[in-house]
């Protein structure tokens, strides 16, 4: 084929898998904000079909043509070389695992999440056992589907954080391991608890909404371009550049889980406002990986949000929004904001044991696609593991094994992706800081453009053209590693508890 027949031909048909990948994104935004109750049958159909037609497009023979014409011709290191790498990953998916395993995974799947919701009810691994056994026994086939020869877990891995592998994680985990149990210890020992008293107060919802938009508009999110909408979970999609949605949810007698959630998914959706325009509808057109879009999220959270110069430009405006309700100094704030509190659930973890919730997950997923646990042993490893890392054990299976959707989705590979994000965010800003000097003094003067300039350039603009722990070293001039996020971690806890 002649290279611009070749070149024209390949970007027609990926704008359509682009499309259909945008429309897939539309209904799970739709499903979670807007469906009634009774529209779950309908929209799996509507699912299956759209996954149905990309299947069809990505295996086409047309498709394959395009794509090995323009792997010729690419020059390496070319954009045109990055989008090949970019497409030819979603292709092969599709070309490597047969139709009849996508369906089969497809199908546990809603099964699974059903037995998982019982399981919960009746706070009983048992229901759940034998759907979680065949989930397994699925993605080790499709493990083998995807990568033949290489390890399990690796090929579950690179489907969310593409060129990650067990052996590049498992020093880095052992790391964060070792630095951050013992000092969750030692806060432990301490006994003394911070005193949330200055978060505590009345914040009815609609003025929190208020609050929670002046501060995504502040930091730079484009309402233009964007919405925030009330969910169950919050969340963000990125239907395009110019269409990227924000979920929420609120406590009324504490602004943090309203206010550190918006943050967190401006900051996902800053990235998808900020990637480059003229690779739209394009492979490359998209973030990159899991772990750099959760580096994305972590920074706006953690890095801007919990920082006293974020909190001398944003307290006079909470105490604004809500007289009378938070009456405390920026200095008495801060501490609340990193408080250490080692706790059974995810979700709702501090900065600091968060990574520590991952790690069991890590260890274990590993387990069990290496071939050492058994589903029937998990629950109990799960318990073992809470205790020796965060000094607790969960009373029950509700708040130990089956508090995450994730397995029950078939999710394997996902969790690890949450600490590589972490550690990129604070490796990320620290090279933001050397760069742009000291950024606090800008946030407390409300102005965050500067940091925004520099991650629209080093990462958000880049989009796919490079894979994760690339482009992370190219912004940072240093492979990924946890020094930056165990010094920032230990830095605070010196400041908050005097150690
Ligand atoms: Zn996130």
Redesign the pocket.
């Known amino acids: 084929m002649e290279r611009s027949r070749a070149e024209k031909q390949f970007y027609a048909l990926c704008g359509e898998i682009y499309d259909l990948n945008a429309a897939e994104e539309l209904l799970e935004w739709d499903h979670e904000t807007h469906m009634p109750k009774r529209g779950g049958a309908g929209r799996g159909a509507l699912l299956g079909t759209l996954a149905g037609i990309k299947h069809q497009r990505l295996t086409a023979p047309a498709m394959r043509e395009a794509l090995e014409a323009c792997a010729e011709v690419a020059e390496p290191g070319s954009v045109l070389a990055a989008q090949v790498r970019c497409a030819r990953r979603d292709v092969e998916h599709a070309v490597r695992v047969p139709e009849k395993l996508t369906r089969a995974l497809a199908e546990v799947k809603s099964s699974a999440l059903g037995a998982w919701q019982e399981a919960r009810q009746a706070a009983d691994w048992a229901p759940f056992a034998p759907l979680f056994e065949q989930t397994v026994a699925l993605r080790k086939e499709e493990a083998a589907a995807l990568s033949p020869d290489g390890p399990a877990y690796d090929a579950l891995l690179d489907v969310f954080e593409p060129e990650a592998t067990e052996a590049m994680l498992v020093p880095l985990f052992a790391r964060l391991r070792q630095a951050l149990a013992p000092l969750v210890h030692a806060v432990a020992e301490r006994g003394a608890a911070i005193d949330p008293a200055p978060v505590r107060g009345e914040f009815p919802a609609d003025a929190q909404e208020v609050f929670g938009r002046a501060v995504a508009a502040a930091v730079g999110f484009d309402f233009t371009a964007g919405t925030l909408h009330p969910a169950a979970h919050p969340f963000c999609v990125g239907i395009n550049r110019d269409d990227v949605r924000l979920t929420w949810r609120w406590q009324e007698d504490d602004f943090r889980p309203a206010l550190f959630g918006i943050l ?1 998914e401006v900051g ?1 959706g800053l990235y998808e406002q900020g990637l480059d325009p003229e690779w739209q509808r394009t492979p490359m057109g998209e973030a990159t990986s899991l772990g750099v ?2 580096s994305q ?1 972590r920074l706006w959270e953690n890095h801007v949000g919990r920082s006293r110069g974020f909190w001398r430009w944003a307290l006079p405006r909470l105490q604004a929004q809500f007289p009378g309700a938070v009456s405390c100094q920026v200095d008495a704030l801060w501490p609340v904001l990193h408080a250490v509190e080692p706790s059974l659930i995810r979700v709702e973890a501090d900065e600091t044991t968060y990574n520590l919730h991952i790690a069991v997950r890590f260890e274990l997923e590993r387990a069990l696609f290496g071939g050492d646990l058994s589903v029937s042993d998990l629950p109990g490893a799960w318990d073992d593991l809470y205790e020796e890392l965060l000094g607790l054990r969960p009373p029950n299976v509700v708040e130990g094994v089956l508090q995450d959707i994730h397995w029950a989705l078939g999710m394997f590979g996902y969790f690890p992706t949450y600490t590589l994000g972490t550690m990129a965010a604070a490796q990320l800003y620290a090279a933001a800081e050397r760069e742009l000097g000291d950024l606090e003094e800008r946030f407390a003067a409300g102005a965050f453009d500067s940091l925004l300039d520099w991650l629209r350039e080093k990462i958000h603009r880049q989009g796919g053209r490079y894979p994760g722990p690339e482009l992370i070293e190219r912004a940072t001039g240093k492979p990924l590693a946890p020094d930056d996020l165990l010094a920032y971690l230990e830095r605070t806890m010196a400041d908050v508890y005097g150690f």
């Open positions: 967190h996902h879009h959760e999220s």
